[in-house]
């Protein structure tokens, strides 16, 4: 199974809206719900911020949002700011977990 | 508050066995599935497999099939990643997760391991 694709870099300025793209298949992203999206900042283990497509563990902020369509998955993150400079893997739970190649996103 | 606190860094030579752990705590150990993650040197996060607490039953990414071993202590809420005959391509840090629907909600801190001769 194949890495997921992902933009390698994104930038946003602060208070805009920028959003990440996950392409996999109708074996993966395409065909199930179970999607979800980890944040890493330098140094640091990842944190889930968006699982089930859509859905948002307790104590991440609204401005993050996850959508899908046919096997594309997008993490959308509005009124950017500094604290979510970081990189941003997707990741298909089917049966293994198979992750994005990461993307970095930079707050200019 | 949930914690996953895993050992400390470690240094081998190749051909040499290793074993990491993931010490949980608040939470019970048994309902939850403990994820093991790779993340190379500057690269992205890679599957390395999973263990199911409750029974032990465990199972791995094709690439690492056959490398690398996951078990349990449930008397020690604690998780291992043990390798026999370690590469110098298995330096990288070494992350465990408690994993609710296959998702990993609670990280641990990371082990790095360096296979050097």
């Known amino acids: 199974q194949s890495a997921l694709t992902q933009p390698r870099s994104v930038s946003g300025s602060p208070g805009q809206s920028v959003s990440i793209s996950c392409t996999g298949t109708?074996?993966?992203?395409?065909?199930?719900?179970?999607v979800s999206w980890y944040q890493q900042h330098p140094g640091k283990a990842p944190k889930l911020m968006i699982y089930?497509?859509?859905q948002r563990p307790s104590g991440v902020p609204e401005r993050f949002s996850g959508s899908k369509s046919g096997n594309t998955a997008s993490l959308t993150i509005s009124g950017l700011q500094a604290e979510d400079e970081a990189e941003y893997y997707c990741?298909?739970?089917?049966?293994?977990?198979?992750f994005g190649g990461g993307t970095t996103l930079t707050v200019l | 508050e949930v914690q996953l606190v895993q050992s400390g860094a470690e240094v081998r030579e190749p051909g040499e066995s290793l074993r990491i752990s993931c010490k949980a705590s608040?939470?019970?150990?048994?309902?939850?599935?403990i994820n093991w993650v790779r993340q190379m040197p500057g690269k992205g996060l890679e599957f390395v497999g999973r263990?199911?607490?409750?029974?032990?039953?465990?199972t791995y990414s094709p690439s690492f099939q056959g490398h690398v071993t996951i078990s349990i202590d449930k008397s020690l809420a604690t998780a291992y990643l043990q390798w026999s005959s370690l590469k110098a391509s298995d330096s990288a840090i070494y992350y465990c997760?408690?994993?609710?629907?296959?998702?990993?909600?609670?990280w641990g801190q990371g082990t790095l391991v360096t296979v050097s001769s």
């Open positions: 608040g939470y019970t150990f048994t309902s939850y599935w």
């Open positions: 109708s074996s993966d992203v395409g065909g199930y719900k179970y």
């Open positions: 997760a408690r994993a609710d629907s296959g998702y990993g909600v609670d």
């Open positions: 990741c298909s739970s089917v049966g293994t977990l198979i």
């Open positions: 089930d497509v859509t």
């Open positions: 263990i199911d607490a409750s029974d032990s039953y465990s």
